[in-house]
């Protein structure tokens, strides 16, 4: 590992949740609500989180919301990082690893999300910022194959056909240098439209883990609808982070549905606050993380 990283949060905090065999919520974060519950979720449970935000928080906000996330995470009293996940741009790439946040790294660390271009521009490109990244202490991810689907705030990909990761792919990637996996094994972005659709390649993703032991950390993409038989499966196969969506926020988005312009807006936060916290939490107990902070 580059002497840069040997102090890097975000790896230490996989490194031990694939020693300890639990799984770490990485939250996607639109909004301050979501923050305050992952931060309130983490300190209750006594469990390490990462949030994530996209590019799309740079897009919108500038630094504000990044300052934001990155407070949170640093004056928590649990281990929280914070991860921009899927930056599909080499321009908000650099930007986001140089963002400081009080004199620190804004980022812990920065998904490459290169799977837009033809595989050895991807993997050019990847090598390339993972050095950048690198070289200010911050850890780097990408997805060999391609994770099907959008998510809100991800560029799309349904263009594109998605296409399931390979051990040997698996390997030139880890060769980029990139410190986090995420493998496509029939897992992907946006909605399945039921459980019975979630069909995942276990072999697949067993054998991207022999592979990449002892050189990267696995994270998981796209778990909406995810059962916890099923996140509890991915994490014997070798998943530490569990990047969380709608698994966390459906209830926080049906409320506000319902909600809006029918009760004062600081209700709908506080309650709205609540709703994620609680699933969060329940999460957190799902894959193990309660109590490891
Ligand atoms: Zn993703």
Redesign the pocket.
Known sequence: MPEKLKNNRAIAMLDAAADGGYGVLGIVSYNLETIVAAVRAAERKRSPIQILLFPWAIHYANGLLVNLAADACRSASVPITLHM??AQEEDIIVKAADMQTQGQNSFDSIMIDMSHYEKEENLAKTKKLVAHCHARGIATEAEPGR?EGG?DG?KDTAELEGLLTTPEEAQEFIDTGIDFL?PAFGNV?GNYYGVKNIKLDYPRLDSIHRKAKGQVRIVL??TNEFPPDILQKCIKSGVTRI?VNKLVLHKYNAYVEENTGKVPLTELMEKGTQLIQGLIEEHMDIIGSTGKA
């Open positions: 996940d899927h994770i998510e991800v995420a972005h993409h796209g990047n």
